[in-house]
């Protein structure tokens, strides 16, 4: 690989422990947001967006971190958005519904979708320069 050299390695350890942090981190954001008190949810504009842009998100941060693994991953953000929108059936003041995991879902998986297309893209020109 011709950019980073002998630090290359390090450079790309680094680059994935980052990108893996901030994939958790938006999870766990996620979680707060989906659970937390109504009062509590932090408001960007309209619902169904935000949903759908929290998950795409956190799908392709999860997709890069994780790049060979990215059935795997769609499945978990997909799972983690369903038991995310159950367990709202469980809190005082929020309330599940499968509409709004049927956005947060295929809000995972364009995020994951994109991912790949970056991977592919990525990988096709480090083999041209390589």
């Known amino acids: 690989m011709c950019c ?3 630090n290359e390695d390090l450079v790309l350890t680094m680059l994935h422990k980052l990108i893996a942090a901030a994939a958790w981190t938006t999870l766990a954001f996620i979680a707060f947001a989906t659970l937390s ?17 929290a998950y795409a998100l956190a799908g392709l941060l999860m997709a890069l971190a994780y790049p ?12 983690v958005a369903t038991v995310l929108e159950v367990l709202q059936l469980v809190t005082p ?21 994109v991912a790949f297309i970056i991977l592919h893209l990525t990988r096709a020109n480090l083999d041209r320069l390589g």
């Open 4 to 6: 980073f050299g002998k």
């Open 37 to 53: 008190p109504l009062a509590l949810r932090p408001e960007f504009g309209d619902a169904n967006l935000e949903r759908f842009g």
């Open 68 to 79: 060979r693994h990215l059935i795997p991953v769609a499945l978990f953000v997909v799972g």
């Open 93 to 113: 003041d929020r309330h599940g519904q499968f509409e709004n995991a049927v956005v947060k879902a295929v809000g995972g998986i364009a995020g994951v979708t």
